[in-house]
Protein backbone atom coordinates (compact mmCIF):
# COMPACT_ATOMS: atom_id res chain seq x y z
CA UNK A 1 0.00 0.00 0.00
CA UNK A 2 2.00 2.60 -1.35
CA UNK A 3 1.25 6.46 0.15
CA UNK A 4 1.86 9.71 -1.98
CA UNK A 5 5.04 10.20 -3.22
CA UNK A 6 6.90 13.11 -4.34
CA UNK A 7 9.30 13.97 -6.39
CA UNK A 8 12.60 15.30 -6.08
CA UNK A 9 12.78 15.29 -2.37
CA UNK A 10 15.07 18.19 -2.21
CA UNK A 11 15.79 20.82 -5.04
CA UNK A 12 18.11 23.29 -5.32
CA UNK A 13 17.49 26.30 -8.24
CA UNK A 14 19.15 29.36 -8.96
CA UNK A 15 16.98 32.48 -9.24
CA UNK A 16 15.19 32.45 -13.06
CA UNK A 17 15.31 28.91 -13.45
CA UNK A 18 12.36 26.79 -14.02
CA UNK A 19 11.44 23.93 -12.16
CA UNK A 20 8.70 20.89 -12.22
CA UNK A 21 7.69 19.17 -9.21
CA UNK A 22 5.79 15.77 -9.55
CA UNK A 23 2.91 14.13 -6.85
CA UNK A 24 2.11 10.19 -7.33
CA UNK A 25 -1.05 10.26 -5.65
CA UNK A 26 -2.37 7.25 -4.09
CA UNK A 27 -4.37 5.03 -6.97
CA UNK A 28 -7.47 6.04 -7.52
CA UNK A 29 -7.95 9.13 -5.16
CA UNK A 30 -9.86 11.19 -6.48
CA UNK A 31 -8.73 14.51 -5.13
CA UNK A 32 -5.25 15.89 -5.28
CA UNK A 33 -4.27 19.13 -3.14
CA UNK A 34 -0.86 21.10 -3.57
CA UNK A 35 0.28 23.09 -0.42
CA UNK A 36 3.15 25.75 0.14
CA UNK A 37 5.07 25.68 3.63
CA UNK A 38 7.35 28.43 4.42
CA UNK A 39 9.66 27.70 7.18
CA UNK A 40 8.15 27.69 10.68
CA UNK A 41 4.45 28.00 9.16
CA UNK A 42 1.74 25.81 8.34
CA UNK A 43 0.82 24.40 4.96
CA UNK A 44 -0.78 27.09 2.71
CA UNK A 45 -3.55 25.91 -0.06
CA UNK A 46 -2.09 26.43 -3.63
CA UNK A 47 -4.44 24.45 -5.81
CA UNK A 48 -7.09 21.55 -6.01
CA UNK A 49 -7.97 19.25 -8.85
CA UNK A 50 -10.44 16.78 -8.60
CA UNK A 51 -9.83 14.11 -11.20
CA UNK A 52 -8.08 16.15 -14.27
CA UNK A 53 -9.92 18.91 -13.69
CA UNK A 54 -8.63 21.76 -12.03
CA UNK A 55 -11.44 23.20 -9.45
CA UNK A 56 -9.42 25.78 -7.48
CA UNK A 57 -6.35 27.48 -8.72
CA UNK A 58 -7.39 30.81 -6.51
CA UNK A 59 -3.91 30.04 -4.09
CA UNK A 60 -1.34 30.14 -6.74
CA UNK A 61 0.60 32.98 -5.88
CA UNK A 62 1.51 34.23 -8.89
CA UNK A 63 1.12 33.41 -12.81
CA UNK A 64 4.62 31.59 -12.34
CA UNK A 65 2.95 29.27 -11.28
CA UNK A 66 0.95 26.29 -12.74
CA UNK A 67 -0.45 22.62 -11.91
CA UNK A 68 -1.50 19.91 -14.18
CA UNK A 69 -3.13 16.54 -13.87
CA UNK A 70 -3.75 15.34 -17.53
CA UNK A 71 -4.58 11.76 -16.86
CA UNK A 72 -6.46 12.08 -13.30
CA UNK A 73 -3.66 10.59 -11.60
CA UNK A 74 -0.08 11.76 -11.17
CA UNK A 75 -0.09 16.01 -10.98
CA UNK A 76 2.98 18.18 -11.62
CA UNK A 77 3.46 21.63 -10.49
CA UNK A 78 5.66 24.09 -12.36
CA UNK A 79 6.98 27.09 -11.30
CA UNK A 80 8.70 29.19 -13.60
CA UNK A 81 11.59 31.50 -13.67
CA UNK A 82 12.19 30.74 -9.75
CA UNK A 83 12.39 33.68 -7.19
CA UNK A 84 13.54 33.36 -3.72
CA UNK A 85 10.47 33.96 -1.96
CA UNK A 86 9.51 30.48 -3.67
CA UNK A 87 11.77 28.61 -2.05
CA UNK A 88 9.71 26.44 0.33
CA UNK A 89 8.43 23.01 0.66
CA UNK A 90 5.64 21.81 -1.31
CA UNK A 91 3.68 19.47 -0.29
CA UNK A 92 1.17 17.37 -2.18
CA UNK A 93 -1.89 15.52 -1.15
CA UNK A 94 -4.73 12.69 -1.99
CA UNK A 95 -8.04 12.18 -0.86
CA UNK A 96 -10.07 9.40 -2.38
CA UNK A 97 -13.31 11.21 -2.41
CA UNK A 98 -14.37 15.08 -2.74
CA UNK A 99 -15.61 16.30 0.26
CA UNK A 100 -14.52 18.06 3.24
CA UNK A 101 -14.85 15.40 5.67
CA UNK A 102 -12.54 12.86 4.17
CA UNK A 103 -8.80 13.03 5.61
CA UNK A 104 -6.25 14.06 2.88
CA UNK A 105 -3.27 12.00 2.80
CA UNK A 106 -0.05 13.78 2.50
CA UNK A 107 3.11 13.11 0.67
CA UNK A 108 6.71 14.12 2.34
CA UNK A 109 6.64 17.29 0.21
CA UNK A 110 9.87 18.63 -2.12
CA UNK A 111 11.84 21.16 -0.24
CA UNK A 112 12.90 23.70 -3.09
CA UNK A 113 15.96 26.10 -2.22
CA UNK A 114 15.90 28.96 -4.69
CA UNK A 115 19.78 30.99 -4.56
CA UNK B 1 -10.91 33.46 5.04
CA UNK B 2 -11.04 31.49 7.90
CA UNK B 3 -8.50 31.77 9.85
CA UNK B 4 -6.99 29.24 12.31
CA UNK B 5 -4.67 30.03 15.55
CA UNK B 6 -1.90 28.53 17.16
CA UNK B 7 -0.68 30.41 20.60
CA UNK B 8 1.92 28.02 21.81
CA UNK B 9 5.42 27.90 19.23
CA UNK B 10 6.58 25.06 21.45
CA UNK B 11 5.27 22.71 24.06
CA UNK B 12 7.43 20.53 26.33
CA UNK B 13 6.13 17.70 28.39
CA UNK B 14 7.88 14.52 30.03
CA UNK B 15 7.33 11.36 28.83
CA UNK B 16 4.09 9.27 30.23
CA UNK B 17 2.71 13.08 31.24
CA UNK B 18 -0.27 15.05 29.31
CA UNK B 19 0.08 18.06 27.23
CA UNK B 20 -2.83 20.30 25.43
CA UNK B 21 -2.09 21.73 22.33
CA UNK B 22 -4.04 24.65 21.86
CA UNK B 23 -5.74 25.83 19.01
CA UNK B 24 -8.73 28.63 17.97
CA UNK B 25 -10.30 29.64 15.06
CA UNK B 26 -12.40 32.10 13.24
CA UNK B 27 -15.52 31.33 11.05
CA UNK B 28 -19.02 32.11 10.35
CA UNK B 29 -20.29 28.84 9.18
CA UNK B 30 -21.84 26.53 11.47
CA UNK B 31 -20.75 23.32 9.04
CA UNK B 32 -17.13 22.46 9.13
CA UNK B 33 -14.50 20.11 10.19
CA UNK B 34 -11.05 20.53 12.42
CA UNK B 35 -7.94 18.12 12.01
CA UNK B 36 -5.05 17.62 13.96
CA UNK B 37 -1.93 16.92 11.93
CA UNK B 38 0.96 15.83 13.23
CA UNK B 39 4.46 16.76 11.16
CA UNK B 40 7.69 14.82 12.46
CA UNK B 41 11.04 15.70 11.15
CA UNK B 42 10.34 13.29 8.06
CA UNK B 43 7.69 16.36 6.79
CA UNK B 44 4.94 13.95 6.09
CA UNK B 45 1.88 14.95 7.90
CA UNK B 46 -0.26 12.61 9.63
CA UNK B 47 -3.96 12.60 10.75
CA UNK B 48 -4.03 12.49 14.61
CA UNK B 49 -7.68 13.43 15.19
CA UNK B 50 -10.65 14.77 13.38
CA UNK B 51 -14.57 16.62 14.93
CA UNK B 52 -17.25 17.28 12.80
CA UNK B 53 -18.76 20.62 14.00
CA UNK B 54 -22.11 19.03 14.35
CA UNK B 55 -21.23 16.28 16.76
CA UNK B 56 -21.34 17.57 20.55
CA UNK B 57 -19.25 14.57 21.34
CA UNK B 58 -15.29 15.09 21.79
CA UNK B 59 -13.25 12.70 19.37
CA UNK B 60 -10.42 10.61 20.86
CA UNK B 61 -8.33 8.37 19.26
CA UNK B 62 -6.29 6.16 21.96
CA UNK B 63 -4.24 8.41 23.92
CA UNK B 64 -5.55 11.48 21.79
CA UNK B 65 -8.30 13.37 22.44
CA UNK B 66 -9.87 16.67 21.85
CA UNK B 67 -11.92 19.40 24.12
CA UNK B 68 -13.89 21.18 21.24
CA UNK B 69 -15.89 24.20 22.35
CA UNK B 70 -18.02 24.98 19.34
CA UNK B 71 -19.27 28.67 20.80
CA UNK B 72 -15.71 29.68 21.88
CA UNK B 73 -14.24 28.23 18.53
CA UNK B 74 -11.86 26.37 20.34
CA UNK B 75 -10.17 22.97 19.54
CA UNK B 76 -7.48 21.84 22.01
CA UNK B 77 -5.90 18.68 21.74
CA UNK B 78 -4.91 16.70 24.57
CA UNK B 79 -1.95 13.99 24.28
CA UNK B 80 -2.03 11.45 27.70
CA UNK B 81 0.88 9.08 28.62
CA UNK B 82 3.32 11.50 26.24
CA UNK B 83 5.60 8.68 24.18
CA UNK B 84 9.24 9.47 22.61
CA UNK B 85 7.92 8.54 19.47
CA UNK B 86 5.03 11.94 20.15
CA UNK B 87 7.53 14.77 19.20
CA UNK B 88 6.92 16.58 16.46
CA UNK B 89 5.00 19.21 14.86
CA UNK B 90 1.18 19.71 15.57
CA UNK B 91 -1.00 21.74 13.37
CA UNK B 92 -4.59 22.76 13.70
CA UNK B 93 -6.30 22.17 10.54
CA UNK B 94 -10.31 24.20 9.41
CA UNK B 95 -12.11 22.76 6.37
CA UNK B 96 -15.10 24.03 5.57
CA UNK B 97 -18.89 21.86 4.66
CA UNK B 98 -19.96 24.61 1.90
CA UNK B 99 -16.21 25.32 0.33
CA UNK B 100 -14.38 22.04 1.58
CA UNK B 101 -11.66 21.64 -0.68
CA UNK B 102 -9.15 23.50 0.99
CA UNK B 103 -7.56 23.21 4.67
CA UNK B 104 -6.28 26.12 6.45
CA UNK B 105 -4.13 25.83 8.38
CA UNK B 106 -2.05 27.46 11.83
CA UNK B 107 1.14 27.63 12.42
CA UNK B 108 1.98 24.48 14.04
CA UNK B 109 3.44 23.83 18.01
CA UNK B 110 6.33 22.19 18.55
CA UNK B 111 6.10 19.43 20.79
CA UNK B 112 9.61 18.40 22.59
CA UNK B 113 9.23 15.08 24.84
CA UNK B 114 11.61 14.46 28.00
CA UNK B 115 12.72 11.23 28.42
Known amino acids: GAGVSQSPRYKVAKRGQDVALRCDPI?????LFWYQQALGQGPEFLTY????????KSGLPSDRFFAERPEGSVSTLKIQRTQQEDSAVYLC?????????????FGPGTRLTVT | AQTVTQSQPEMSVQEAETVTLSCTYD???????LFWYKQPPSRQMILVIR??????QNATENRFSVNFQKAAKSFSLKISDSQLGDAAMYFC????????????FGTGTSLTVIP
Open chain 1, 93 to 105: ASSPHQGPSYEQY
Open chain 1, 27 to 31: SGHVS
Open chain 1, 49 to 56: FQNEAQLD
Open chain 2, 27 to 33: TSESDYY
Open chain 2, 51 to 56: QEAYKQ
Open chain 2, 93 to 104: AYRSENTGNQFY
